[in-house]
């Protein structure tokens, strides 16, 4: 919205032309979610605990867990909003993709806030039933990934990209529709699995959208994307302002959410946050490298998929609890150790990550 601002003052003031470009848009989307986030938090803060919004702490899980019930949850508004404002506010409008990711992180954040409005305004203990909240992420993400596949211009668009090959893309024709819907279904749940511990969650997420960011730069960049050797994507550029705007939100969401939280994200923070990575990933052609950088992500939800796998099978269970973390809490970790522990193995992965740019 303010590109166009700046654009007509240019015109007048040649100076004000530093506000056009992507890498000032971005720093600038950062700076306002987290300003947004930073101004409102309290406020938001007080009103979910005055409407008794509150964690409830499930009967079979850590003893050290039980001090948190009644914090307040449903925190994950106020990041949907400092993303969307901040897009909105520094992003190029006129890109497809700026309202595909938009509409994918909303739809989510609405499916997020649905399961916590029945568990924490209804009382009804699951939430929305798990059969019932996984189709509504089928629906939305089948839909993102149609409107994907519909909108792209080259045939790299809808190829898988092997990240650390010289040229190796896999055409996927009409299973990129299957393969994307995985990707955003997944990563959206993957990123819900991990958010157990105070700010566990939060932090990757704003490190693996920081890394999306650098790729949607290079992606979106004539030159850049010649020189590493990466997909042209046109238009994927301004997913870089879209994560800016999440680790802006993200980190002053964190504020608030650092040990001991004040607040929780919810649902509707983590499913969104989730399908907002995995549409990114998506866009810019970098969904493998997302399983690499998110590979926290991943292990929680191998986690819990070995757990349940294995109780059925042999009635024993291989971690003392599911997901991850709470097997590591229950050894004797103390929780910020456990966090803070996470947070270095994403740092490494992000890097990891990012370092395809180069190896080929």
Not at 210 to 231: K, R, S
Not at 245 to 273: C, E, H, K, R, S
Request: some cysteine; overall charge neutral.
């Amino acid at each position: 919205m303010l590109l166009y601002l700046f654009e007509s003052l240019t015109d007048l003031f040649s100076g004000f032309n530093v506000f056009t470009y992507i890498t000032m848009r971005a720093i600038l989307s950062a700076l306002t979610a987290l300003l947004i986030c930073f101004l409102l938090g309290p406020t938001v803060i007080r009103r979910l605990s005055v409407r008794q919004i509150g964690q409830t702490i499930r009967a079979d899980g850590p003893e050290s867990h039980l001090h948190k019930a009644g914090t307040p949850t449903m925190g994950g508004a106020l990041i949907l909003l400092a993303i969307v404002c901040s897009t909105l506010l520094w992003a190029d409008l006129s890109s497809r993709y700026v309202w595909i990711v938009l509409a994918s992180t909303i739809a989510f954040g609405l499916i997020g806030f649905f399961d916590d409005y029945r568990k924490l305004i209804l009382k009804h203990p699951e939430g929305l039933r798990p059969g019932l909240k996984f189709l509504a992420q089928s629906v939305v993400g089948a839909i993102i990934a149609l409107v994907l596949y519909n909108v792209a211009e080259q045939p790299w668009e809808t190829a898988l990209l092997v990240p650390y090959f010289k040229d190796l893309m896999i055409p996927l024709g009409g299973l990129y529709v299957v393969f994307t819907y995985f990707v955003i279904v997944g990563t959206s749940n993957a990123v819900n699995l991990t958010d157990g511990l105070d700010g566990l969650a939060i932090m990757p997420a704003v490190l693996v959208g920081g890394g999306l960011g650098i790729f949607a730069y290079a992606a979106g960049n004539v030159i850049f994307a010649d020189y590493l050797n990466i997909p042209y994507v046109s238009g994927a550029g301004e997913m870089m302002v879209f994560c800016a705007a999440l680790a802006g939100a993200g980190l002053g969401f964190l504020w608030f959410n650092t040990y001991p939280a004040q607040v929780f994200m919810g649902d509707i923070g983590a499913l969104a946050l989730g399908a907002a990575l995995g549409t990114v990933a998506v866009v810019v052609r970098q969904e493998l490298v997302l399983f690499v950088m998110g590979g926290l992500f991943v292990v929680e939800t191998v986690s819990v998929m070995i757990q349940v796998a294995s109780f059925k099978l042999t009635g024993e269970r291989v971690f003392r609890m599911a997901p991850l973390h709470h097997h590591y809490e229950l050894k004797g970790w103390a929780e910020p150790k456990v966090i803070v522990r996470f947070w270095i193995i994403t740092v490494v992965l992000v890097l990891v990550g990012l370092s395809s740019l180069k190896i080929r």
